[in-house]
Nanobody
Framework: QVQLVESGGGLVQAGGSLRLSCAAS????????TGWFRQTPGKEREFVAG????????DYADSVKGRFTISRDNAKNTVYLQMISLKPEDTAVYYC?????????????????WGQGTQVTVSS
């Protein structure tokens, strides 16, 4: 079992930055691919970014490419999502997830473990 806890969300003005953290316990994240998703009320959970189990390959949704960066610190067993140039449409609850796969998938069903989420609100 992997337990995931997100942190770092908050309220920020458009154009600002935030760094989300996802701390894992129970297992080492280096053996899992990990991803970040986001969800707004009434909408499906959407893929934001993923990093494969080796950490050498990343994937991003087109809407965040060039603004968001996913990374992992194996020593801290933590995955990060650095977000810059934030827009009001980035407002959502952000979730991290882990999968027992080599490659990080883009669908929620590709993942086995989920955190509880952290709210990100971007004001205009």
């Amino acid at each position: 079992q992997v337990q995931l806890v997100e942190s770092g969300g908050g309220l920020v003005q458009a154009g600002g930055s935030l760094r989300l953290s996802c701390a894992a316990s129970g297992r080492t994240l280096r053996n899992y691919s990990t991803g970040w998703f986001r969800q707004t009320p009434g909408k499906e959970r959407e893929f934001v970014a993923g990093i494969n189990w080796g950490g050498g390959s990343t994937d991003y949704a087109d809407s965040v490419k060039g603004r968001f960066t996913i990374s992992r610190d194996n020593a801290k067993n933590t995955v990060y999502l650095q977000m810059i140039s934030l827009k009001p449409e980035d407002t959502a609850v952000y979730y991290c997830a882990a999968a027992r796969t080599v490659v990080a998938g883009r669908g929620p069903n590709d993942y086995d473990y989920w955190g509880q989420g952290t709210q990100v609100t971007v004001s205009s």
